[in-house]
């Protein structure tokens, strides 16, 4: 039975037609999180069969592809790719229509983390990183009296966003020049695993976040990931070049000059959850060798031990 749910998958994913293998990439050398060069290669295939390897670094534990699709190769995916992909992974409908039911229940969940953080920002700016549809964005605004502004590469889902009377941006937070604007709070929800450069992105938002003002950020935590299929190579994806883990996101924030004010394991078990304010930029802060080891010793034990 698991052998033919497998094989439709399978034969679904193939009828879309997508050469992953013939995608212009690039092999990355340095950490994006520590710049050390030392990585172990984690896996050889994704959870939809496509040969992506992900590598984990030896000094900090972060995990990521390698190689990776240029910036150009992920505008072409999640042009048209990406939804139906995911689609036919799962044997049902996902679009930018269909996943807004699920956005507004995360949305309502994610607005009660921050709230206790947002009492005297009534009617303060926010801005959305990677916002996709607005669903989140316009529940913040609504909820908070903020001005929301939504920043996301893929123009039709920019523009549901803007039906939604959302001031949008399409483009990407790096490479758009926001002047001297500056934003109360900054939200990047269900993003980060998608950046092609989550240092560079971290400190931009640190620039555009008032010196008084409130990060949300969340992930998918990897080691849920690959916990709950009891697979590491189930929890990798070509629609993630990172797969962050509580250690290494941690020290994310504090090298880019955050200060964690509190975490929140989500009702799905799956994401983690960040509330933060800006504080002093601990360039330091990296994961100690123990989580390092530890990462690496539970992905072994994954690949290896039999599932119970
Ligand atoms: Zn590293």
């Given amino acids: 039975m698991a052998g033919t749910i497998e094989q439709s ?4 994913i193939a009828g879309l037609g997508y050469e992953y293998e013939t995608q212009p990439k690039q092999a990355l050398s340095a950490c994006n999180l520590c710049g050390a060069s030392q990585f172990v290669v984690l896996t050889h295939r994704d959870r939809y069969g496509f040969p992506a390897q992900a590598h984990a670094c030896n000094r900090c534990g972060l995990v990521f592809l390698n190689p990776r699709m240029t910036a150009q190769a992920y505008g072409h995916f999640y042009d048209g790719v990406y939804r139906p992909l995911v689609s036919a992974f799962h044997g049902r409908l996902i679009d ?7 956005q507004r229940d995360y949305a309502s969940e994610r607005a009660e983390f921050i709230r206790p953080f947002m009492t005297r920002r009534s009617g303060a700016t926010m801005l959305d990183i990677g916002g996709s549809t607005g669903v989140v964005a316009h529940h913040f605004a609504r909820e908070f009296g903020s001005k929301g502004t939504l920043i996301d590469p893929a123009p039709l889902e920019v523009e549901q966003a803007r039906q939604l009377g959302l001031e949008t941006i399409t483009g990407l937070v790096e490479e758009h020049d926001f002047g001297r604007r500056r934003f109360d709070t ?9 950046l092609l450069d989550v240092a560079g992105t971290l400190a931009r938002v640190r620039q555009i976040l008032a010196n008084d003002g409130l990060l949300f950020i969340d992930i998918v ?4 990931a690959y916990l709950r299929n009891w697979s590491v190579e189930d929890a990798v994806k070509i629609d993630h070049p990172y797969y962050l883990t509580e250690p290494t ?5 504090r090298s880019a ?5 509190r975490s929140d ?5 799956l994401h983690v959850s960040y509330a933060c304010r ?3 930029a601990d360039e330091g802060a990296m994961p100690s060798a123990a989580s390092v080891e530890a990462l690496l010793r539970e992905v072994r034990y994954v690949q290896n031990a039999p599932r119970t």
């Fill in 9 to 12: 998958r399978r034969q679904r």
């Fill in 96 to 102: 930018a229509r269909t996943i807004q039911a699920e």
């Fill in 186 to 194: 900054v939200i990047i929800c269900q993003t980060v695993d998608h």
């Fill in 221 to 224: 935590d990897f080691r849920a």
């Fill in 249 to 253: 996101m941690t020290a994310y924030l």
């Fill in 257 to 261: 000059g955050f200060e964690v004010l």
């Fill in 265 to 269: 394991y989500a009702a799905d078990h």
């Fill in 278 to 280: 800006p504080g002093i």
